[in-house]
């Protein structure tokens, strides 16, 4: 239990990363306002180091026992450091495959790390949340500025008509959440969630109709269907490296937040929610598989892939206790670096002077630029689940924890889904290798490259060979956090 | 930093190198990288052996990275040296160092030397691979690796249909045995938790009364998991049912054949029943089975043996039933034996296939031995090493004297099978009468294939010698063989030159005295102290067999020997008028029992039969079936409805978010109301 009667700012050092974050985000806007769009490319760098260093922080530097800030509004422990880790380093690379982007584009400015920072900070804040009220805080800290992001290029018509559509929603969204916070916390008389665990909940109609509604509002963050509406209309329409961003950290921190939501406060409903996490579950990988079948621009069919795979992960929460949430941290942990390395390669090649957008501009790229083309094939064959890539590996553990929840029609429906979604991941590596090129692919922008080079070294071999690490890890995280 | 890691990693290192790198550094530079490499491969080994024969090194176990970690399933890349694993090193290293050499002569006009040279080392590291694993897992991977080299060479020759043909024959049939050791290396993690080899030997002897099994149908685990091992090593090793690879094999170049045919590769199922010898002392039944197979594979290959026409499968069929020697040996529990044939084996039979490759060589890739003949006069050194082969092969020697390598193993190997058959373990007195035939057999065919080879007339001509010669990389240096041409009566033939024929004296040199030096380790008074717990050695009361066993082999060797000599020396054609007289066994023989003809009619008709069930049934009536173009129809059309659902209106997209919400939480009510059972 939080003793109430410590000063406010006991235990303020846990929170370093956080302070990093906001240091970084406020310090940028001042350097922003004097060296103006000429200081983007340094505000990046500095950003990029910010994000990776707070993240990395959080995950070397996690407290052993949950560590209680700011009178119990906060929680440090294994399971929120290593989620940080993921989160800080995701943004950081969000920032390098994008610089190169922004520049050819002309969208260079100082805002864009600013905005990334206070989305990143917000990210931390959810997987720390340990109130009702915290969680909301931080999905809106992220989400105004993914909103802002989303619009980034303002005289196209596309990104700012995601940006609006981002935000009308979103606005429900938050309407459910709150509207289903209000019921928790009448209730149980708490927003606290150990208040909520200790006040013993019993499957009241009003608490289980409350909870229900808070799963729908962070279903719709992590664009689990049927909330995914929004998702392939917002990535088309984002500029590239925002879509990268979203694909990858704001669902990660939208599973973690939900494991601490289901787990510690409303174990004893495990078997109620936990029918709703099956069917948003298998909803999300199969409208995700087939909804993507027929389509031809890349980010759309990357945008329904993250849907599909949002929905494997609901399947390891679904599993429920430590096994779900160390399942679907290293789940999660496979799919980013798959899906940013998508994006990197996505952003460090063009045809015509244009970045690729369809599945037909990366026609020929086999013969062309080798090297990129075994980059994709590496993560479109990861992300498709086969073995020996890392993304085989995810599934596998998925399907086992699914199965140890008693949960095997589930697993079925995933691996059929799995078949079908792998028809449009290598329909892109037949443009890549069999198609003839209609016009060369240029390849541009190095640091993208270099970072689906990375991500591509991560995927295969190193989290192969460290499959068994990052489990432990994610165990001992979830064992002494729930 | 240990070194032993270097001996298996070296091979790896110049297989990379050789193989992805050809086009910069040249033919030359690739052939010098590979054999290097394997040279140093095998002086390192040969100082693990002697360090741990002679020098008091301990058995040891260098790990160095795991494999998988997930779950309670751990594999880990590791080095096992023990004496059992050291034999293998030297054996392995030896051979293919000799055969990296030999080919240096032998492929010298083929273009794609380097590509073969690669081959050679990735085999060889994929058996060194295997040979020094502590787990099933890696034992596994190695035994898959040799599997995807064999068939890559042979199948060098791409460009043959019939060498494609067998290459895919070799690796089908081998998945058959792969999938039994699979299922056995997943049935002793099943019982024992555990694929490391001292942990799944030290469970099975603490619980060797546990049962595995569907409800009705339960086994002894160790039995089964025996029995699936064994299923593995009978792909592997050519073993009857699973040997009809081996002969076709002969499709690759003859060095592949020497080292992978020959000397080791096929030798892993032994090595692996040895290095499994603890479960199988706890499994009879399944040591019977490896017993009763081994011993009907040294007679069935002998006989074939005996109807050959093609050099190299005269030796393949050799091959495969020396295994069957080494298989029953182990099967009786003599794993000591089966290892020591196994060693003297690797050095007369790389010679006999090097020298079998020296006469092909020189008589321009004729093969077929009817259009052989005279070739001992050109070929006087080929020949001599070729008799001391035979000699060897036949396990020449006199009780108690001295005798070629393969007298002391082979002998031995009777001799554990007569006193098993005495001591009432299953298939024992079989395998004592098929090892004596197929002793009878052996001498006939060798001395059969010697005076067909070298002795006579030659047959064939030497403007026909040109027209085999379908390998224009192949082609011998011009002009040598106007030197031949006024010799009467011999082969147009040329003395192959001293860099294939160098490995050959040296393996000479083992094929006559590996025999009489290591047998007090291997089987002799030594062998406690040499083997050091690697294998399991039986502790009884060591009774001599009476006389007539001991002098039973070579007795039948000579008789073997006379016979050949009657009817291919003395009277020539006789051979011919006999096989005419016993047609139907003769083309039975020559048939090889008729297993082809059998397994086309079964399993490849069959698979056929299956597939165009499935193809027509399966897949056109149900799947293409279902509406037009049935499911893929089907995925599409929901592909484009929900397409169509992305409308990209933001009120359409917040009324279904509202619907689904109120979907929710109507079912949250609904679970609330039925008083909390969802």
Not at chain 1, 26 to 41: N, P, T
Not at chain 1, 427 to 449: C, D, N, T
């Amino acid at each position: 239990m939080i003793a109430l009667d410590q000063p406010f700012l006991w235990n303020v050092h846990w929170a370093a990363p956080e302070l990093i974050l906001a240091g970084f985000a406020l310090g940028a806007v001042v350097i922003g306002a004097w060296g103006k769009d000429k200081a983007a490319g340094f505000l990046s760098g500095l950003g990029a180091i910010a994000f990776a260093t707070a993240g990395v922080l959080a995950f070397l530097w996690s407290p052993e026992l949950p560590q209680y800030l700011f009178n119990g509004a906060l929680v440090v422990d294994g399971f929120s450091g290593l989620a940080k880790a993921m989160l800080g380093l995701s943004a950081a690379a969000t920032l390098l495959i994008g610089a190169d982007y922004f520049a050819a584009t002309r969208q260079a400015r100082f805002e864009f790390p600013i905005m990334t920072g206070l989305a990143a900070l917000g990210m931390f804040v959810m997987v720390s949340a340990n109130d009702l009220i915290t969680l909301y805080v931080g999905l809106e800290l992220q989400s105004l500025a993914a909103y802002v992001m989303a619009a980034w290029r303002r005289d196209d018509v596309r990104s700012s008509e995601a940006g609006i559509k981002y935000f009308v929603l979103g606005a429900i969204a938050s309407g459910l959440l709150l509207f289903g916070a209000s019921y928790i916390y009448g209730f149980t008389g708490s927003v606290r969630f150990d208040a909520i665990a200790a006040a013993a909940p019993t499957s009241e109609v009003g608490l289980l109709f409350g909870l229900v509604l808070v799963i729908c509002a962070l279903a719709f963050k992590m664009s689990a269907a049927p909330f995914h509406m929004w998702t392939p209309d917002v990535y088309e329409g984002a500029p590239t490296p925002v879509t990268a961003f979203f694909a990858a950290a704001p669902k990660l921190a939208a599973i973690a937040l939900l494991a601490r939501v289901l787990y510690a406060p409303f174990d004893g409903l495990t078997e109620q929610w936990r029918q709703v996490i099956f069917a948003l579950s298998a909803l999300s990988m199969t409208i995700g598989s087939i909804a993507a079948l027929m389509q031809t621009n890349l980010k759309r069919l990357m945008a329904y892939s993250s849907v599909a795979n949002v929905g494997f992960a609901l399947m390891a929460l679904a599993a429920g206790g430590q096994q779900g949430a160390a399942t679907a941290i290293v789940y999660m942990a496979i799919y980013l670096p798959t899906t940013i390395g998508i994006f990197a390669l996505v952003l460090a090649l063009r045809r015509g002077g244009l970045h690729v957008e369809t599945i037909d501009d990366l026609a020929g790229l086999g013969a062309r630029h080798p090297f990129a083309a075994a980059l994709f094939t590496i993560l479109l064959f990861s992300i498709a689940g086969i073995p020996p890539l890392a993304g085989f590996f995810g599934k596998l553990i998925v399907f086992r924890a699914a199965v140890d929840a008693g949960a095997v029609w589930l697993a079925v429906v995933g691996a059929i889904c799995a078949v079908i979604a792998a028809a449009y991941y290598l329909r892109v590596l037949s443009a890549i290798w069999f198609k003839p090129p209609a016009e060369p692919v240029q390849q541009a922008g190095g640091a993208a490259l270099a970072t689906a080079a990375v991500a591509s070294a991560l995927i295969f071999p190193i989290l192969v060979i460290g499959l068994g690490t990052l489990e432990r890890w994610a165990t001992l995280a979830a064992s002494t956090s729930f | 930093m240990p070194y032993e890691p270097i001996i298996v990693l070296a091979p790896l290192a110049a297989a990379f190198i050789a193989g992805l790198f050809q086009k910069q550094i040249g033919d030359r530079a690739a052939m010098a990288i590979t054999t290097g490499s394997v040279a140093i491969a095998f002086m390192l080994s040969l100082y693990v052996f002697a360090e741990l024969t002679w020098f008091g090194g301990a058995p040891r176990l260098i790990e160095l990275f795991p494999f998988i970690d997930v779950g309670g399933f751990t594999s880990t890349w590791s080095v096992r040296i023990d004496t059992l694993s050291a034999v293998m090193l030297v054996v392995v290293t030896s051979v293919s160092f000799l055969v990296h050499l030999y080919s240096v002569g032998y492929m010298a006009e083929d273009p794609h030397r380097a590509r073969f040279f690669a081959y050679l080392s990735f085999f060889t590291f994929s058996m060194l691979a295997l040979v020094t694993a502590n787990d099933f897992l890696q034992m596994f991977f190695g035994w898959e690796g040799v599997g995807v080299a064999s068939y890559l060479l042979i199948g060098f020759w791409f460009d043959k249909r019939s060498a494609n043909d067998a290459a895919i024959k070799a690796f089908v049939t081998n998945r058959v045995g792969d999938f039994g050791f699979a299922l056995g290396i997943m049935a002793a993690f099943f019982c024992y938790g555990s694929i490391r080899f001292d942990d799944v030997f030290h469970a099975a002897a603490q619980s060797p009364g546990m049962m595995i099994g569907l409800d009705g149908f339960q086994v002894r685990a160790v039995e089964a998991i025996s029995v699936l091992l064994f299923i593995g090593a009978m792909g592997k090793s050519a073993q009857f049912f699973l040997h009809v690879w081996l002969p076709d094999a002969m499709e690759g170049p003859t060095p592949v054949s020497a080292l992978i045919h020959a000397a080791t590769m096929v030798t892993a199922g032994v090595f692996m029943v040895c290095r499994c010898s603890e479960l199988f002392e706890l499994a009879p039944y399944a040591a019977g089975m490896v017993t009763i197979i081994g011993a009907v594979t040294a007679f069935f290959a002998a006989t074939v043996g005996m109807a050959q026409n093609d050099i190299k499968r005269v030796v393949a069929y050799s091959t495969c039933s020396q295994l069957g020697y080494m298989f029953f040996a182990a099967g009786v529990g003599a794993y000591g034996v089966a290892m020591f044939h196994l060693f003297t084996h690797a050095f007369f039979k790389a010679l006999l296939f090097l020298g079998a490759g020296s006469v092909i060589h020189g008589l321009h890739h004729e093969q077929d031995m009817r259009n052989m003949g005279g070739v001992r006069k050109p070929m006087p050194t080929t020949y001599a090493m070729m008799v001391i082969g035979t000699l060897a092969l036949i396990g020449f020697g006199v009780p108690g004297v001295f005798g070629f390598a393969g007298f002391y193993s082979k002998d031995a190997a009777i001799e554990a099978a007569y006193a098993a058959g005495e001591a009432g373990r299953i298939g024992g007195e079989l395998a004592f009468w098929a090892g004596v035939i197929a002793a009878l057999l052996t001498s006939f065919y060798s001395w059969r294939l010697i005076f067909m080879t070298f002795e006579g007339e030659y047959r064939g001509t030497a403007h026909d010698a040109h027209a085999h010669d379908d390998h224009a990389h192949a082609a011998a240096p011009a002009g040598h063989h106007a030197d031949h041409h006024d010799a009467e009566g011999a082969a147009p033939a040329h003395e192959s030159p001293w860099v294939m024929l160098a490995p050959l004296l040296v393996l000479a040199t083992g094929a006559v005295f590996a025999g009489f030096a290591f047998a007090p380790y291997f089987i002799g008074e030594s062998a406690d102290t040499f083997w050091r717990g690697a294998l399991h050695i039986a502790h009884g009361e060591h009774h001599h067999p009476p006389a007539w066993v001991v002098w039973a082999p070579l007795a039948v060797t000579v008789l073997g020997f006379v016979l050949a000599v009657f009817i291919y020396l003395l009277n020539q054609g006789l051979g011919a008028r006999i096989a005419a007289a016993t047609k139907p066994l003769h083309a039975f023989l020559a048939h090889k029992w008729y297993f082809d003809e059998l397994y086309d009619a079964v399993f490849v008709k069959g698979a056929r039969a299956l597939g165009d069930l499935f193809w027509k049934g399966g897949d056109q009536r149900v799947i293409d079936g279902l509406g037009p173009d049935g499911v893929s129809a089907a995925a599409r059309f929901s592909s484009r409805q929900l397409r169509r659902a992305q409308t990209g209106y933001v009120y359409h997209y917040g009324f279904l978010m509202l619907v689904a919400a109120i979907g929710f939480g109507g079912y949250a009510i609904w679970v609330g109301m039925q008083g909390g059972a969802p």
